[in-house]
């Protein structure tokens, strides 16, 4: 297995807890997103309130599945003092690993009221079956 590992030097160690921060930020401001399944599907729902299709891109490679996009900020200050603001926007991406028998292939994709929801499709169990092996002689 492959790990991070520190090196001897000051720096490097001086300046990995603000690396730690930064990923674990990045993990707070992704989008809240649940997974479930069936014996038909699985589904992964996503919050995206405010972002619009057009902003949004989806790709499966290599059994993971990666949402990408941008909310993008839609307030005009007109002359008005705001005071503070909640709201986040930019660009987000949430990676998930899909299991071994999802087909990649047959991948829906709705947006509905703030959510989008992934379904991918299981394969079929191959039916277990035996069957004889002949023995060749060599």
């Known amino acids: 297995m492959v790990e991070k590992s520190q090196t001897g030097t000051f720096w490097p160690s001086f300046y990995e807890p603000f690396r730690q921060f930064g990923a674990r930020v990045a993990d707070w401001l992704a989008p809240a997103s649940e997974a479930s399944s069936d014996d038909k599907a699985y589904r992964i ?17 290599e059994g993971m599945v990666t949402v990408k996009g941008e909310k993008r900020e839609s ?7 705001w005071y503070f603001s909640e709201r986040q926007y930019g660009s987000f991406s949430r990676t998930f690993r899909l299991p071994a028998d999802a087909d990649g ?15 991918v499709a299981r394969m079929a169990p191959e039916a277990a079956r035996s069957r004889k092996v002949p023995i060749g002689k060599a």
């Open 45 to 61: 729902a996503i919050e995206l309130p405010g972002v619009e299709e057009k902003d949004i891109d989806i790709t499966i490679d």
């Open 105 to 119: 292939g047959k991948v829906s994709a709705d947006l509905k009221d703030g959510v989008l929801v992934l379904s």
């Open 75 to 81: 307030r005009e200050e007109k002359g008005e003092t």
